[in-house]
């Protein structure tokens, strides 16, 4: 019987095989004494717990059973609009007709790749880049090719370059406190970047999540503010409110609205209209802004804290830039370190991080690289685990 | 610049264009004197209102941030063995092993349909069947056939003769309650279908998520019973609760675990925590049941409302036959009535309808058919409307 079904999967299953995140989760799961450094979830002190009830009462006393029921796909027009504001501060002025709700980023995402991607298409991405995103692409067929980029992000010569050597479907980015390394595009860069997407005919996607968890220095207006219609935008609210209200928000140009709607009708008919409704008055409460300012910072704390220890205990061999925000540190090791093979390691010793080769294209590009993300464990514990992968790396690079 | 994003579509994007029901929405939108026997939604009166803001706390007092939080994403443990008693009463004896939560049971068939199907793959359907499954099939690239069928279900013989003619990857079928027909396969049907399917080496999608509707007559073990390493069973809570929990189940055979998990993580990472701890404590409600009583008591008397109006205004031309249970009451009218040709006429009338069009996998086959629900108008409004119904059918057929 076991036979049978085995040759019944689709050719993309192979593509999408569990890759060492998962494994990592697997290896950790359970272990009390682990300081992880691997999981870029919330820390769940800044979940804003008492929030959410009162959100509820009021979500459900206003729509009653509409907050229960089947919805528009595009998502609950008041949350669209409540939205409208966030994406003003960050040099989007679009009405609610451009602005869709996903679930979460992750859904928006994949909607994206379904509505853009047919067999053999190429999408650009950064080296590194968000690794369940090539993922994403690759599970419609897509060839993902990276380009080079340094601290600003995005070389504009490098992506001019592939952009007119090969037929390129989409480009996308993560301009702002990138995953995995925390970098932030300049405004110049995007400005650079914006005119080739437009002078080739190209699209992006910007994949933004992390831009309200600022630490200091100045918002840099969405890449999508330099050219509209060739960038789709895409945030979410996972990171300063909750990750369970798998609330994304989209802003799509007008001529993908309808493939993008007629898909989400077959991908999950739409976003539970009951998070919706207790997002939306979780972004109407008085109190929101205070819970998103002692969110980040707590996460300030913590990338100190880490920053720290890490200076203290590292001499040369390793090197980072510290983020204005977001949740990574990116660590860079000697030519010759190996961070896939030390992760069994750092592992005995009580500390979990990613190798970097989850981030690559080709894996080998980033065996001397890993992200730390500093969500996750307790301000003491980012210490503890500061210091223990500090000595490890020591030892071993 | 509207020109440059207009190619950028894949492919699918063509195959999944909105059909009749999406047009039908916009047509019926705020027109208060219709009465809509077209959606498929529950009752705004069936939905637990005053049992989820009770439960909400429940789930926020007993899980505190983790209900927030990122979770598993095959599911909160804790609903999946809420689920195994529901899915006991069924015939469906499993493990939380093989019990998936999925984004709505539309979801979870789009989360199969991606692990299974490549370009060019045969998917064998009912005729009629559930318009929106095609899609999603045809949106991964299958050619989608259809079998013949009679009043209980699925003709085996039908089915062998198709399955000896060309591979075909999956079967897809709704055997209790029908969308769109009502109509309930028997036990002895399901067992031969499941021969065949054992025989030929096929797997099966069964899609029930209506059988909890149940308004007479004995339950029918699922089809998943008579070949448990054969089938992938999909239901939901939508129809009993609330399609806003967006909470589907899957019976997931452990040969395709791995692929429908790692493709989930690409499609939505994972069901919301916050909806499944919310829908856990429902499900542990003790007012519960007495909830889904009241619920299939409505249903029932608006059954009873609308076949007694039709059997007292239609004279033979138009025949059906009475459901045990779910939402649709499916008319076949003469060889020549055109239902999707009536349909203006009808909304004149103030009546709204789905011409069976929308169910064919080749629409013409479904001409002189209409699928009427009877879930969503108010009790005084399915007498109205069946009369405005029958009084135009009567006229034109």
Redesign the interface.
């Known amino acids: 019987?076991?036979g049978?079904?085995?040759p019944?999967?689709?050719?993309?299953?192979r593509a999408?095989?569990?890759g060492p995140i998962?494994d990592l989760f697997a290896l950790t799961a359970g272990r009390q004494d682990l300081v992880s450094f691997a999981?870029g979830?919330?820390d769940?002190?800044a979940?804003?717990?008492d929030l959410?009830?009162p959100a509820?009462?009021r979500a459900?006393a206003r729509w009653?059973?509409?907050?229960?029921?089947?919805?528009s796909t595009q998502g609950l027009l008041p949350l669209r609009e409540a939205c409208l504001p966030v994406l003003a501060a960050r040099g989007i002025q679009v009405s609610t007709d451009e602005v869709h709700v996903a679930?979460?980023a992750?859904?928006g995402l994949?909607n994206l790749g379904?509505?853009?991607?047919?067999?053999g298409?190429t999408v650009v991405v950064e080296r590194p880049t968000y690794g369940?995103a090539v993922?994403?692409f690759r599970?419609?067929g897509a060839d993902v090719v990276d380009v080079a980029c340094d601290h600003a992000g995005l070389i504009p010569e490098a992506l001019d370059a592939m952009l007119s050597t090969r037929p390129v479907?989409?480009v996308y980015l993560l301009p702002t406190f990138q995953n995995p390394t925390g970098r932030t595009m300049s405004a110049q860069r995007r400005a650079a970047v914006a005119d080739l997407l437009v002078r080739h005919?190209v699209?992006a996607i910007e994949d933004d999540v992390y831009s309200d968890l600022r630490f200091g220095g100045s918002p840099v207006d969405a890449l999508w503010s330099h050219a509209p219609?060739?960038v789709v935008y895409l945030t979410s609210l996972s990171k300063t409110l909750?990750?369970?209200?798998?609330t994304g928000i989209m802003v799509v140009?007008p001529?993908?609205a309808?493939?993008v709607?007629?898909?989400k009708?077959?991908?999950?008919?739409q976003?539970?209209?009951?998070?919706q409704a207790?997002t939306t008055e979780l972004l109407r409460a008085p109190r929101l802004a205070a819970h998103v300012g002692a969110t980040v910072d707590l996460y300030r704390r913590k990338r100190d804290a880490l920053v720290n220890v890490l200076t203290a205990g590292l001499f040369g061999e390793f090197t980072w830039r510290v983020p204005d925000g977001g949740l990574f540190l990116w660590l860079q090791g000697p030519r010759a370190f190996d961070a896939d093979a030390l992760l069994p390691t750092a592992l005995d010793a009580g500390v979990a991080y990613l190798p970097g080769s989850a981030f690559h294209v080709t894996p080998e590009d980033g065996r001397n690289t890993l992200r730390l993300s500093y969500a996750s464990p307790a301000l003491p514990d980012v210490e503890r685990g500061a210091a223990r992968l500090a000595a490890c790396l020591r030892q071993h690079a």
């Open positions: 019987v076991t049978v079904l085995a019944a999967l689709a050719r993309r299953s999408v095989r569990s998962d999981a979830a919330p769940a002190d979940l804003p717990v959410v009830l509820t009462q459900l009653g059973p509409a907050a229960l029921q089947y919805g679930t979460g992750a859904g994949n379904m509505a853009l991607l047919d067999e298409d369940p993922k994403v599970s419609y479907k989409a005919g699209l219609d060739q909750a990750p369970a209200l798998r140009p001529r993908l309808e493939a709607l007629a898909l009708q077959g991908i999950d008919m976003t539970s209209s009951f998070t207790v």
